[in-house]
């Protein structure tokens, strides 16, 4: 199996700071004044274990993207959850993609899916969560809300996307394009404005002939929106492109400095990398579909093949194997006590998997707040040297060579699942 490659898709964000970064004087200032850290915080001053998997040469971003707001009395929902990583030595980008109902232990919340995490206590509790897991740890964050996603879009004139009948149909009948002078989308390649193109990216409950069905079918659509972003942003001049970086790094909250943040782009840029790996967790063989408390859909997962997967992709431990195979697959899947299925055959190196879920399969977004017992956690170890440390160290002489990845397949569905769409402006709960 082999790890798919993609051209510069670190996401938005990573774009807003390489654009930002190479630009020095009146920029640099404006770059200062830009960079904030809404929250106050920083990942250093999170409480995690002390022996999470770490790597010297290697920096790990947090990615939320976040309908901050949307819920009245806390952080928003996580709507996508990603780690960017930057690996010094091998000269290398990568991507992973955290599924957001996969089911897991929230720090002092019990179980629940993991955008829940964010939900119930930011982006602290979202990194909390990921190191109880998965084992590894992450040295800054930055989040960003939809309102900045749609503002890029549109400073760049839009994406080109191609839509299928059931994706243009569901725009057009539902809210998820917003404001309903929008609503006129059509199919086939189109370019899409940037309250279109959010509402696209949105979209979990239409199957795609392409990318699938549910949370599947969303993250290949927010992908394909980044991809057709990201091209249009490198085809502005350097000083727009610069200007739209600026503008709309006031909308990012981060833990990283614009000093820092500078000198990790400077030091991306000298690496010379033109290509990104990605890797989705949960990994193909390693899950089950279910229902977990509230009747709330979830991926149950087998932890240990994916936290051995992440451990290498991310940092080089242990050598690359089938991780399916090697621990278990579905057959050590951890449902808790509740009741999971595959929608296929998950033991098998397939790519494709057949599933009849409905709209209904997705439609409860509700967070249980069944109570646990508090978990404490010991400080980070002293010896684990900053982030900054590492990123200012020089980088060039290192050799540029590759280890052997881990790898996902993607997910297909081979079977469609039966849609009714709504009509007017009503829209389920996501």
């Not at 982006?123 to 969560?129: A, I, N, S, W």
């Not at 199957?207 to 942003?233: E, H, I, M, P």
């Not at 000298?270 to 977990?292: H, S």
């Not at 709209?359 to 684990?384: D, F, I, K, P, V």
Request: proline share 2%; charged share 20%; glycine share 8%.
């Amino acid at each position: 199996m082999k790890i798919k490659k993609f051209k510069i898709i670190l996401s938005l964000f990573l774009i807003i700071g390489i654009a930002a970064g190479g630009v020095l004087g009146y920029y640099d200032a404006r770059l200062e004044a830009a960079v904030n850290n809404k929250n106050g915080s920083t990942l250093t001053d999170v409480k995690v274990d002390d022996n999470l998997t770490f790597n010297k040469n290697v920096i790990n971003i947090l990615l939320v993207g976040s309908d901050h707001g949307a819920i009245k009395g806390d952080h928003g929902r996580s709507d996508s959850i990603m780690i960017a990583t930057v690996n010094f030595k091998t000269k290398e980008l990568k991507l992973t993609s955290l599924m957001r109902d996969m089911y897991v232990e929230i720090p002092g919340h019990g179980h629940n899916k993991l955008n829940a995490a964010y939900a119930f206590g930011g982006v602290e509790l979202l990194y909390q969560t990921i190191a109880k897991n998965f084992g590894i740890k992450i040295d800054n964050y930055c989040v960003v809300d939809f309102s900045t996603f749609e503002k890029v879009i549109n400073k760049v004139g839009g994406v080109e996307i191609s839509l299928e009948e059931k994706e243009a149909k569901y725009l057009n009948t539902t809210n998820y394009i917003s404001k309903k002078k929008y609503r006129n989308v059509k199919v086939g390649k189109q370019t899409l404005n940037g309250n279109q193109a959010l509402g696209y990216a949105r979209v979990r409950y239409v199957v795609s002939k392409k990318y699938g069905d549910g949370d599947f079918g969303r993250t290949g659509r927010q992908r394909a929106v980044l991809q057709a972003a990201l091209n249009k942003v490198l085809q502005q001049s350097p000083t727009k492109i610069a200007d739209i970086a600026l503008d709309s790094l006031a909308d990012v909250s981060t833990d990283m400095s614009a000093k820092y943040l500078k000198s990790l782009v400077l030091k991306v840029v000298q690496m010379g990398t033109t290509e990104i790996d990605q890797m989705r967790v949960p990994l193909e063989g390693t899950y089950k579909m279910g229902r977990a408390q509230s009747n709330m859909f979830v991926f149950f997962i087998n932890f240990s093949a994916n936290k051995a997967a992440m451990n290498y992709f991310l940092f080089d431990k242990g050598s690359e194997k089938d991780w399916a195979k090697e621990y278990g697959g579905i057959s050590s899947v951890e449902t808790f006590g509740y009741s999971g299925t595959s929608s296929s055959d998950s033991t098998s190196s397939s790519s494709s998997y057949s599933t009849s879920s409905t709209r209904s399969s997705y439609q409860q977004e509700s967070y249980s707040t069944t109570s646990s017992s508090h978990t404490t956690y010991s400080t980070r170890s002293t010896t684990t040297r900053s982030t900054e440390e590492r990123v200012t160290e020089s980088t060039t002489s290192q050799p540029q060579t590759s280890a052997p990845r881990p790898t996902t397949a993607h997910h297909t569905t081979t079977a469609a699942a039966t849609e009714s769409t709504p009509s007017g402006d009503s829209v389920e709960e996501e």
